[in-house]
T-cell receptor, first 116, second 111 residues
Framework: GENVEQHPSTLSVQEGDSAVIKCTYS??????FPWYKQELGKRPQLIIDIRSNVGEKKDQRIAVTLNKTAKHFSLHITETQPEDSAVYFC???????????????FGTGTRLLVSP | DAMVIQNPRYQVTQFGKPVTLSCSQT?????MYWYQQKSSQAPKLLFH???????NEADTPDNFQSRRPNTSFCFLDIRSPGLGDAAMYLC??????????FGPGTRLTVL
């Protein structure tokens, strides 16, 4: 089955710096890669996602890149702010039309701390 | 506007006493999922419903059951909770292969 590795487990940056979180996946058939942000005691919230037919996607300060050959994808946050502090989870999925659902396999999470 | 609602937000039960957690959604999504998330860990899929079809994960204990009486509601039943079942239980929904949206979760404590 799919296995997703995520690094680093903890990341501390100064406000205004960039942060990069990296994930690798094992199943070359995976075709959907979301990133979720989870603040303490709250629900995971989708912040950005990318499908396998796209190499990069940006949304304001957040970007995701995907390298299908190397089977890795990364989250980039620029101009970090204290409110970006949270746990970030990557996930991979190989949803197929015949099954009709996405089974997300999550990475182990990265705790991001942005200091003022 | 609430989209995925879970009740209760906090549930305390006794060892071995059955408990039911509920999830409702206003998104009219056809897929509903239940995840278990333990402290400092990633969410782990327990099972999902695709429309009325129930799909269990191979490693989900028999102690966990689910019901989906209609499109909007889904229940998680834990027949005999053990101390190891204490966790956050997250409901999520999606339309087919689209984005999964999570509810706020129910934190279960087992005494």
């Amino acid at each position: 089955g799919e296995n997703v590795e995520q690094h680093p487990s903890t990341l501390s940056v100064q406000e205004g710096d960039s942060a990069v979180i990296k994930c690798t996946y094992s199943d070359s058939a995976s075709n959907y890669f979301p990133w979720y942000k989870q603040e303490l005691g709250k629900r995971p919230q989708l912040i950005i996602d990318i499908r396998s037919n796209v190499g990069e996607k940006k949304d304001q300060r957040i970007a995701v890149t995907l390298n299908k050959t190397a089977k890795h994808f990364s989250l980039h946050i620029t101009e970090t702010q204290p409110e970006d502090s949270a746990v970030y989870f990557c996930a991979a999925s190989k949803g197929a039309l015949n099954t009709g659902f996405q089974k997300l396999v999550f990475g182990t999470g990265t705790r991001l701390l942005v200091s003022p | 506007d609430a989209m995925v609602i879970q009740n209760p937000r906090y549930q305390v039960t006794q060892f071995g006493k059955p408990v039911t957690l509920s999830c409702s959604q206003t998104l009219n999504h056809n897929v509903m999922y239940w995840y278990q998330q333990k402290s400092s860990q990633a969410p782990k899929l327990l099972f999902h419903y695709y429309d009325k079809d129930f799909n269990n994960e191979a490693d989900t204990p028999d102690n966990f059951q689910s019901r989906r009486p209609n499109t909007s509601f889904c229940f998680l039943d834990i027949r005999s909770p053990g101390l190891g079942d204490a966790a956050m239980y997250l409901c999520a929904t999606s339309r087919d292969l689209d984005t999964q949206y999570f509810g706020p979760g129910t934190r279960l404590t087992v005494l």
